[in-house]
């Protein structure tokens, strides 16, 4: 058993969600954003944020960097394969660190990956992976190391590779379930064996370590056992975002840890309250909404429809509920903001959906808005804030970035042909074009292009793979929310707009997946 007691006691929680959960198309945040994540993190009591891959772009190197460099109260890590190329650059990252940060080192362990991928035998996997630790040892003291698809590794060489890695240097060995392959009691077991028998664990208080994939639904599953066999840091995305089918989900793991304490006898040092905003704050920044029933943080979560549950709510919530909204910060939503609600009262709202980074020259400008839009609405609710913070956010963008912004959109209606102008903006130039169609969305859509072509910005065959559009809280007055889909190629982009106006809410959408695809790189690992 690990023999720790500290290890014994407390689950350290590894955040991915500015690494492998930004690897999925649409998902992309860039350096400034994942510095605010982080601040949120830390807030949140998040030990450990993998900031980035540092080699695979100069986006990633800069998010590592920036987070390394201003966020305090949270270990920055990095992501390198075992080739010196990639340490070496993760400790350029880290030239300026605040905090003493982590190198993450990974290497396939499978048999399926040594023959198809590596071409290795056990023996040089083992090596490289020993020369890797050593060399990442060399700038931090902090080294993780990962044997990819462990789950489908034998365990034999698992347990090798573990012990050789651990006496080169390794504090936290983290076992991956890669491929979403693996089901909780086989998951659990192995967990087990290697607490058991690996007796370097606990010699040098190596840190046992989970990072699961839900390919099969089975990801938060798979990691609470681990957890449950003595695994103590568990890796996790906000709302469960990575490649594929997603990573485990954050929130759940937390909650169900800290509901079900009596069975996995672990503590947690997180701040359960910022569990919501924090939620909402990255999928404003991702422009994906988050699923209605997506446990711990969608929208009907808390919502009970059925008689029988109501009459036992209404008679004590513990009938139907096993934590309160507010354990989890769902706070404010049933109480909309007025123009009268001041500078402070749009401040305090404002932190409890997740930005707490508001200086006093933002608020002005947010407020500015927030006049505007209440003066137009009456009511002004949570969806509508994330909207306004959201258009200031590209506004920064188009300024820093080079992004094509939309500056007014005009439409109408001749003759049963409905025309769009849209005129746009980039790099302070400013050109307008119109498009026709048959409804105003496949009008706006021919405007953007028109507008995008005939000016040189149009990146090439793009094509429109989904539209969906509903709305906010609120009744007529609410605003429309828009998401599409886009892809050139292999390459696929998303955006999301809000706005009382269906039709701008598009062009946002359309335009932010656009600025998206061309520019985030594709990652190459």
Known sequence: MITKKSNQDKVIFFDTTSRDGKQAPGNNHS?????????????????????GFPISSDADFKSVRYVAEEVAGIKCAALARARNEDIECAARAFKNAITPPRIHVFIASSDIHLKDKLRMSEEQVISVAVNAIRKARSYVDDVEFSPEDASRTGFDFLKRIVKATIEAGANTINIPDTVGYAVPKEFGDMIARLNQEVYFLH???????????????????????????????????????????????????????????????????????????????????????ISDTLPIVGENVFAHSAGVHQDGMNKSRKTYEIMSPELVGWKGELFPLSSQSGRQGLKKRLADIGYTAVDQTLLNTVYAQFIALANTKKLVYNADLHMLMQEINGKEKAKSKHWIRLVRCDYHKVNEERTVVVRLAVNGNEFEASGTGDGPIHSAWSAIKNALQRNNYWPGDVELKSFDIGKSVGGVEACGLAQV?????????????????????????????????????????
């Open 203 to 289: 010699k040098h208080n190596a840190t046992l370590s989970v990072h699961c994939h839900n390919d099969l639904g089975m990801a938060t599953a798979n990691t609470l056992a681990g957890i449950k066999n003595g695994a103590r840091q568990a890796h996790c995305t906000i709302n469960g975002i990575g490649e594929r089918a997603g990573n485990t989900h954050f929130a759940e793991v937390v909650m169900a840890l800290k509901t079900r304490r009596d069975y996995f006898g672990v503590n947690i040092n997180i701040d359960t309250a910022k569990i919501g905003p924090t939620a909402r704050f990255l999928s404003s920044v991702i422009g994906k909404s």
């Open 31 to 51: 350096p400034e954003e994942t510095v605010l994540l982080a601040r949120h993190l830390a807030e949140m009591g998040v030990d450990v944020m993998e900031a």
């Open 485 to 525: 889909q886009i892809a050139m190629g292999a390459k696929t982009a998303y955006g999301r707009g809000v706005n009382t106006d269906i039709v701008i809410a598009y062009i946002q959408a359309e335009l932010s997946a656009i600025n998206h695809l061309v520019h985030t790189p594709i990652i190459q690992t």
